[in-house]
T-cell receptor
Framework: DVKVTQSSRYLVKRTGEKVFLECVQD?????MFWYRQDPGLGLRLIYF???????EKGDIPEGYSVSREKKERFSLILESASTNQTSMYLC??????????????FGDGTRLSIL | LAKTTQPISMDSYEGQEVNITCSHN???????ITWYQQFPSQGPRFIIQ???TKVTNEVASLFIPADRKSSTLSLPRVSLSDTAVYYC??????????????FGSGTRLSIRP
């Protein structure tokens, strides 16, 4: 089974801090994703990476950056945390390169609170 | 981008068959239809994916009419453990547009004894 592991289940940080959320997958997947999930808004894509050092902005990239130095690891960075970034953050991975049958595999999320 | 529309919530009883319909009028030729299930405090979990007609696996069936403008997830004989949020996604899973797959707000399914 594919395993996507997020480094923390719960995290509390202060406004203005630089925050790192880490995600690791163990199935050699090419695609990795970061979403945030808020009540009534579903999942919204923040950033997507289809290869090492490659990234694309999703729907809501403002206030976030990402890093993918190794294929298995995808980091989400909140440059200067703000209270409106309090949310559930979900990481996912999937096969890439024109694979027709490639569902996304999700971690269990990090619930981040910015005080 | 193919936008999807699903009911916000549905209720049913144990042992019943539940059908959740998703509308996707702007579906493109290359788009697949994928359904996910999410329990509280967990990430979404893949249930089933299809392109046309009918797909069945050990947990669900997916019915897609010829025009592909809608799809129906069918859960046979539901139990309390099927209480969850169900998401319908439409998109091209090819790498060049993987970021275009959009999760909507989903359907909150509640199963009662």
């Amino acid at each position: 089974d594919v395993k996507v592991t997020q480094s923390s289940r719960y995290l509390v940080k202060r406004t203005g801090e630089k925050v790192f959320l880490e995600c690791v997958q163990d199935m050699d997947h090419e695609n990795m994703f970061w979403y945030r999930q808020d009540p009534g808004l579903g999942l919204r894509l923040i950033y997507f990476s289809y290869d090492v050092k490659m990234k694309e902005k999703g729907d809501i990239p403002e206030g976030y950056s990402v890093s993918r130095e190794k294929k298995e690891r995808f980091s989400l960075i909140l440059e200067s945390a703000s209270t409106n970034q309090t949310s559930m953050y979900l990481c996912a991975s999937s096969l890439g390169r024109d694979r027709a049958y490639q569902p996304q595999h999700f971690g269990d999320g990090t619930r981040l609170s910015i005080l | 981008l193919a936008k999807t529309t699903q009911p916000i919530s549905m209720d049913s009883y144990e042992g019943q068959e539940v059908n959740i319909t998703c509308s996707h009028n702007n579906i493109a030729t290359n788009d697949y239809i994928t359904w996910y299930q999410q329990f509280p405090s967990q990430g979404p979990r893949f249930i089933i994916q299809g392109y046309k007609t009918k797909v069945t696996n050990e947990v669900a069936s997916l019915f897609i009419p010829a025009d592909r403008k809608s799809s129906t997830l069918s859960l046979p004989r539901v139990s309390l453990s099927d209480t969850a949020v169900y998401y319908c996604l439409v998109g091209d899973p090819g790498y060049s547009s993987a970021s275009k797959i959009i999760f909507g707000s989903g359907t909150r399914l509640s199963i009662r004894p």
